[in-house]
């Protein structure tokens, strides 16, 4: 199957520093990317669609300049936490579809972040 | 919010036992979808059923879609230990993959 790779799968920092977030499509080409949050025993939540060669497109409610994407090729989007807080940890997890395959996502593994 | 909610939010059960979760959701689909995932990790596509279906299975899997209740259940059948984990539902209004999630159900399978 499709695989999804997601770096780091966790991470420590100290508020007020930023922490990038990449999640790469190792056997398939992804013109989009969904970026989601997830807190504990809870849902996922959408933050993000990222598009190839252009601008993400948010969900209501999340601040694009903290929460930085990049999809700069067909294989490798980032997530990056600018001037981290604590309210910021919370377990981020990328997503992407094959074109062709209608609806169906492959996820990577997910990243943790916790900011102190 | 248009999430999907689903019951139970967590069900324990031994071994051998069927499991099942339901799902509801609020809007018109395009699909419908489970996926799962275990502790800490991304999640796993399970099944996808169409708007336009009724039932479907995949081995031990069985996913219903009732597009007038606007509800959909997963059923595990001869449980084992290993299908312990937070299984999710998701709906797709369109063809952009765009899935809004519901809020789980947590199972255990116990020995």
């Known amino acids: 199957g499709a695989v999804v790779s997601q770096h780091p799968s966790w991470v420590i920092c100290k508020s007020g520093t930023s922490v990038k977030i990449e999640c790469r499509s190792l056997?398939?080409?992804?013109?989009?990317m969904f970026w989601y949050r997830q807190f504990p025993k809870q849902s996922l939540m959408l933050m993000a669609t990222s598009n190839e060669g252009s601008k993400a497109t948010y969900e209501q409610g999340v601040e694009k300049d903290k929460f930085l994407i990049n999809h700069a090729s067909l294989t490798l989007s980032t997530l990056t936490v600018t001037s981290a807080h604590p309210e910021d940890s919370s377990f981020y997890i990328c997503?992407?579809?094959?074109?062709?395959?209608?609806?169906?996502?492959?996820f990577g593994e997910g990243s943790r972040l916790t900011v102190l | 919010s248009q999430q999907g909610e689903e019951d139970p939010q967590a069900l324990s059960i031994q071994e051998g036992e069927n499991a099942t979760m339901n799902c509801s959701y609020k809007?018109?689909?395009?699909?419908l979808q489970w996926y799962r995932q275990n502790s800490g990790r991304g999640l796993v596509h399970l099944i996808l059923?169409?708007?336009?279906?009724r039932e479907k299975h995949s081995g031990r899997l069985r996913v219903t879609l009732d597009t007038s209740k606007k509800s959909s259940s997963l059923l595990i059948t001869a449980s084992r230990a290993a299908d312990t984990a937070s299984y999710f539902c998701?709906?797709?209004?369109?063809?952009?993959?765009?899935?809004?999630f519901g809020t789980g159900t947590r199972l255990q399978v116990t020995l």
């Open positions: 997503s992407a579809p094959i074109a062709g395959v209608t609806g169906e996502l492959f």
């Open positions: 809007t018109s689909i395009n699909n």
């Open positions: 056997d398939f080409q992804a013109t989009t």
């Open positions: 998701a709906t797709g209004t369109g063809t952009a993959s765009k899935l809004t």
């Open positions: 059923i169409r708007s336009n279906e």
